[in-house]
């Protein structure tokens, strides 16, 4: 936890991530990251000088065997409270729909429901648990499928909802979050979702897993580069 609370530390630091009296919804998928994520930002809680509170959010998806009895025990030991918002999204992208590439009318739609959810629960900010990897691949997965540079950012402020995202994991390197939760035994919840692992998400994981055995550093160098390119600032991560 002290070097997944170095990561989120400086990201939240560097890009004025919480701000005095912020109430601050995570999107609980039940995967590592967002669970990384909410026992980070609860051990961030007690040390940080900005006082904050925290609200953790889970969307169902609508399938069957999604059973988060454990993480809502998880969330009661650590006080913090927890949202189960049902949703039938499932059944419109596959059963209505019957979407050939269910991910961007998914990723859509629970965004929608999560800032909903958020905002009901009083939250004006919703953190997010893209890690590291995550940025890289988000910007190749641009690159590639729609032929632009773009990587989502480290804050994004949504005017019509009035809500600003937040991604305190940023600099945190996916190896890191697996070993954290082989370490510490969260309670990860498998995604029944039928196109998990088989994504376009997985390709280029898997693509940027062989590219770096062969090129020593290529991930930092990566990150670096949308650092200077798309946010603006100096460094690596």
């Not at 939240?12 to 995967?31: F, K, L, P, T, W």
């Not at 669970?35 to 000088?49: E, G, M, S």
């Not at 969260?186 to 998990?196: A, G």
């Not at 390709?203 to 949308?226: C, H, M, P, T």
Request: some cysteine; aromatic content about 8%; glycine content about 8%.
């Amino acid at each position: 936890m002290q070097k997944i609370l170095s990561y989120v530390r400086r990201a939240v630091d560097d890009y004025h991530m919480i701000q005095e009296g912020d109430r601050i919804a995570v999107g609980v998928s039940g995967g590592k990251d967002s669970l990384t994520l909410l026992r980070a930002l609860k051990a961030l809680q007690r040390f940080y000088p900005k006082q904050f509170d925290l609200e953790a959010i889970t969307l169902t998806m609508g399938f069957d065997n999604f059973d988060l009895s454990a993480i809502r025990q998880m969330c009661k030991e650590i006080d913090v409270p927890y949202t189960v918002v049902e949703t039938n999204i499932a059944e419109v992208i596959f059963d209505i729909r019957k979407e050939s590439n269910p991910c961007s009318l998914c990723a859509k739609m629970r965004r929608g429901a999560l800032h909903d959810a958020a905002l009901e629960a009083g939250c004006k900010k919703v953190a997010l648990g893209h890690h590291h990897d995550d940025v890289i691949e988000t910007f190749f997965m641009s690159l590639f499928y729609e032929g632009r540079l773009h990587c989502f950012s480290p804050v994004t402020y949504l005017d019509r909802k009035d809500i600003h995202l937040i991604r305190p994991m940023l600099y945190v390197p996916e190896q890191v979050v697996v070993g954290f939760v082989d370490k510490t035994g969260l309670p990860v919840v498998q995604s029944p979702c039928p196109v998990n692992g088989h994504t376009k998400r997985q390709y280029v994981k898997d693509l940027l897993k062989a590219l770096s055995r062969e090129n020593k550093g290529l991930k930092e160098r990566l990150f670096g580069a949308i650092r200077r390119n798309l946010w603006g600032v100096g460094g690596g991560g």
